[in-house]
């Protein structure tokens, strides 16, 4: 009999109910017994979602992220925190954004604010977490008491509970050594807490343990490699059964060391990896559990069940009561619940399955394989109709966007002239100050713009009294950006609900969701728009309201687009050709978009490329590969305007030290970066990298409510100034302010543009 089980489940809600729990907390407007409350709430709803399934995992559920919840439980907390007297979650929040409710900012003397933890991408996805802060020196102690509560929980709701923890070798290895000591050092302090809350979990009558270690499908030397067979000999003697799960790639050349690895199963994901599956059950030991991964838990297409079964099937005869099936990886990457979706079109709704029906579908699987296809014709059935419908749609297939590809040549990519003869013409034309000042875009999402956008999708406004609210919104952004007197200008996208949908919501080829949100951070929620066809752009997209911007001021007004390789990275992307082809097409509609701008008398644009290392494999060896499309893409985007228009772009919260070359290939005039949480680490590349042309290094790290001081500012400039010439740096936060309010972003830009002030005396 096959078993299943779910790696994770999104812990959001259907609604966002727990990001509206959080921010309530946070702006002191609700307890922390509303806040917990409500967890329990999602908790409970989640594991009944889950029901139909063999094993349901707990301990997915977070408040903030699951590494830090991993921080927590192993008693790694930096030492900037570890006196706090006031509530365990209060200091939590503190760690993972700086501060936690306005109610806690003292407590018993404590002050509550301090520097946020860093954040960076989880693998190759979209989500961030706060990355564990390691020295020589630090120690471990085991706090299990977060998952323990969540156990009792699940066993009241007759919950046959998987617990999850992240492994102590992939824990390790997305820390980071705050004094350049060894990671691997710590594993011997670090196993007996791992024993001790896994004999924990068993005196609780646990009888499987999901323990994450998705590192195994990244390349790995063979001291790390070593470090698996320490880390899992010294934990086999517990009397739990260890289900080790990798996902997000294949194993390769770590297949050997998985199977062989002395624990009671092994995950992997069979969409990413299929290819290993064979060499795995050739290696495997006879008793060990093999759980499957297949039902891609990245994106939200419905399974072909029928293709799938007949690749499960003779596999389900070989392995019998050893083989379990699951999604690919947690999906906490796609949306709840599908059948919220009232609004969307009819026949791509068909075609999707978001987490709850990927668990329907998993179900599926399971019947067709304990009691014969037969048993669940009819969903197969319907499963091959919307399969083949999606495959035949000519919605899907446009040939004259296939055949744009095809004229695409190297001259696409090239602009006319080399940097240094394009920053001397920019120059001249634009007068900036050294060390000039501007925002990565956006400007703080009001309630009012949130309002009045509902209004008009809701029909309760038109379209007039919308532009209307929009204009007084840019023109408020306008009149701020002036009184603070910062050098280049954004227009502060109000009329954007998100980067990347409001680009979607206007390109051929797109299809969105009402409710298909996905954590990225925290509470911060994105809705990827869904990419199922062949993409186009019908008309301009930001020229009325930059135009507009422009004329309100006579400082340069950037325009503000997203690049097309974000787009592609931040969608639910097609799988029925390559990732390259469509962020082609992309480039190609964004490129019309920068044409546009230029010929309306925009002379500053920005291109965001945030997401531009997300989407490296996992594989060093398979980088170039990628970034060759990519950076293409980025070029083709960007390099058909005249050297006078400067072309900025925007990397954040990922590391990009090991790329370093491939962005400056991306040939951007000007690049903004996030450095302000890594104390300008990232900036290390510069040492031994001359990075040709101009680059803003963060100082105002946006993701937190605290307000960077002048001096802050100007001490992170001055480290940017040893590896950078002062004569090519700007000064600007390291994202957008869309998240924070103006009572924030107002006192932090007045204190970034004095440090720029001071910086232009300081540094001649």
């Known amino acids: 009999m096959a078993i299943t089980h779910n790696l994770g489940f999104p812990r959001i809600g259907a609604r966002r109910e727990l990001k509206f729990a959080l921010e309530s907390y946070w702006k002191g407007q609700s307890s922390l017994d509303a806040l917990q409350s409500k967890g329990a709430e999602l908790r409970q709803r989640h594991w009944q979602d889950q029901s139909s399934i063999d094993f349901v995992p707990v301990g997915d559920f977070s408040f903030y992220d699951q590494v830090l919840d991993m921080s927590f439980t192993l008693g790694n907390l930096p030492e900037r925190v570890r006196d706090f007297q006031g509530n365990e979650l209060d200091n939590y929040f503190r760690v993972a954004r700086g501060r936690s409710a306005r109610s806690t900012e003292s407590v018993q003397g404590f002050c509550s604010e301090v520097a946020a933890g860093e954040m960076t991408k989880w693998f190759d996805t979209n989500y961030h977490y706060i990355v564990p802060e390691l020295t020589a020196d630090t120690q471990f102690k085991l706090d299990a008491s977060r998952l323990l509560r969540q156990l009792v929980e699940a066993r009241a709701q007759g919950v046959k509970a998987k617990p999850v923890i992240i492994g102590p070798v992939t824990y390790l290895a997305i820390g980071k050594s705050k004094d350049e000591s060894d990671r691997l050092a710590l594993l011997p302090r670090l196993l007996p807490v791992y024993a001790e809350l896994l004999d924990s979990l068993a005196a609780h009558g646990v009888e499987w343990v999901q323990i994450d270690e998705p590192i195994l499908v990244t390349e790995l030397d063979a001291e790390w490699q070593h470090a698996f067979n320490i880390a ?48 795995l059950l050739n290696l495997m030991p006879s008793f060990k559990v093999l759980s499957l991964g297949v039902i891609n838990g990245r994106n939200i297409w419905k399974t072909d069940l029928n293709e799938t079964l007949a690749w499960l099937e003779p596999l389900a005869k070989q392995l019998g009561d ?82 744009a590809l095809s004229k695409i040549n190297a001259q696409f990519g090239l602009r006319q002239s080399s940097y240094s003869q394009r920053s001397a013409k920019q120059a001249t034309l634009m007068k900036l100050p050294k060390f000039p000042t501007t925002t990565i875009g956006s400007f703080p999402q009001t309630a009012e713009i949130r309002l009045a956008r509902r209004q008009f999708k809701a029909g309760e406004i038109g379209e007039a009294a919308y532009k209307t609210a929009m204009q007084a919104e840019i023109a408020r952004s306008v009149r701020e950006q002036e009184a603070l007197g910062l050098d280049v200008f954004v ?82 992307v097609r799988d029925d050709q390559p990732r390259a082809a469509s962020c082609k097409q992309l480039a190609l509609a964004i490129r019309e978009e920068v044409l546009d701008l230029e010929k309306a008398g925009v002379r500053v644009i920005q291109i965001d490329e945030a997401a531009l290392r997300e989407g490296l494999p996992l594989r060093k060896s398979q980088w170039q590969r990628y970034l060759t499309w990519a950076v293409e893409s980025f070029r083709i985007t960007a390099n058909g305007v005249a050297d006078e228009t400067q072309i900025h772009t925007h990397m954040c919260y990922s590391e990009f030290n090991d790329i370093i070359a491939a962005i400056a290939e991306m040939d951007a005039d000007v690049i903004t970066i996030e450095t302000s949480r890594s104390d300008m680490e990232l900036l290390d590349a510069f040492d031994h990298f001359k990075y040709p042309n101009e680059i803003g290094p963060g100082v105002y790290d946006i993701h937190s409510p605290n307000i960077p001081t002048v001096q802050d500012m100007i001490e992170l400039m001055k480290k940017a100034a040893e590896r950078i010439p002062a004569e090519r740096l700007w000064v600007n936060p390291d994202c957008g302010l869309k998240t924070r309010q103006w009572n924030e972003v107002i006192p932090a830009l007045t204190n970034m543009v004095a440090a720029a002030n001071a910086l232009r005396t300081a540094i001649p």
């Open 322 to 403: 050893r083989l379990w099936i699951a999604p690919s990886c947690s999906l906490l990457h796609v949306p709840v619940d599908l059948d919220s979706e009232q609004k969307l079109d009819g026949e791509i709704k068909s075609w999707l399955a978001f987490a709850k029906q990927k668990l329907k579908e998993l179900a599926v699987l399971a019947a067709a394989l304990n009691q014969g296809r037969e048993a669940v014709k009819e969903e197969l059935a319907t499963n091959r109709l919307a399969t083949e419908s999606r495959r035949n749609s000519t919605r899907v297939n446009n040939p004259s966007v296939k055949g």
């Open 491 to 572: 227009h502060g996208e109000a009329e954007r609900n998100d980067m990347v949908e409001y680009f979607g919501e206007q390109l051929e080829g797109y299809a969105f969701s009402e409710f298909g949100w996905v954590q990225s951070y925290g509470s911060r929620c994105v809705k990827p728009p869904i990419l199922f066809g062949d993409i186009s752009r019908p008309r301009a997209m930001t020229v009325e309201w930059t135009s507009y911007a422009q004329s309100l001021t006579t400082k340069p007004m950037k325009g503000m687009l997203t690049g097309p390789v974000t787009i592609l990275n931040w969608s639910f």
């Open 232 to 279: 899992y000999h010294h934990l086999k003697s517990s009397r739990i059964k260890l289900l080790l799960a990798t996902y997000f790639g294949q194993l390769l050349e770590n297949t050997y060391l998985a199977a062989n690895l002395p624990v009671a199963g092994l995950h992997v994901d069979a969409i990413n990896g299929r290819d290993d599956i064979q060499s």
